[in-house]
C-alpha cells in the first residue's frame, strides 16, 4: 500500500505564497493524482489534479492562482500556491483521483492577516 506524506504548509498572509509537496512511498507514475482540501466544517474537495501524461484540472476557485505539477522519477506531486485567499484555509491532502490511498495527514495551510 503507497503511503502519503504532504509537508509545505503554514501561516501566510493574505497574497502569499505556499509550495505544497506530496511524497509517495510507491509508484505512483500511472495514476492521476489530486490536491484535495478541507476547511472547518466543510466536506473535502478535489482542488487540482494532473493526469499520468501531464494534464491538469482546477476546481474554478483556485484557477490562476494553483499549479500542479509532479516529478515522475520521485514519486512526487506539487501544488504551488500563489495569490492566497483566507478562504484557502484548509487541511491540504493528496491521493490519487478516484482516490485509492488511505489518507496521509495533511498539512495545514491558513491564509490570515
Known amino acids: 500500500q503507497v503511503q502519503l506524506v504532504e509537508s509545505g504548509g503554514g501561516l501566510v498572509q493574505p497574497g502569499g505564497s505556499l509550495r505544497l509537496t506530496c511524497a509517495a512511498s510507491?509508484?505512483?507514475?500511472?495514476?492521476?493524482m489530486g490536491w484535495y482540501r478541507q476547511a472547518p466544517g466543510k466536506q473535502r474537495e478535489l482542488v487540482a489534479e494532473i493526469s499520468q501524461v501531464g494534464s491538469t484540472k482546477y476546481t474554478d476557485s483556485v484557477k490562476g492562482r494553483f499549479t500542479i505539477s509532479r516529478d515522475v522519477a520521485k514519486n512526487t506531486v506539487f501544488l504551488q500556491m500563489n495569490s492566497l485567499k483566507p478562504e484557502d484555509t484548509a487541511i491540504y491532502y493528496c491521493?490519487?483521483?478516484?482516490?485509492?490511498?488511505?489518507w496521509g495527514q495533511g498539512t495545514q495551510v491558513t491564509v490570515s492577516s
Open positions: 510507491g509508484s505512483i507514475s500511472f495514476m492521476t
Open positions: 491521493n490519487s483521483d478516484p482516490t485509492l490511498f488511505f
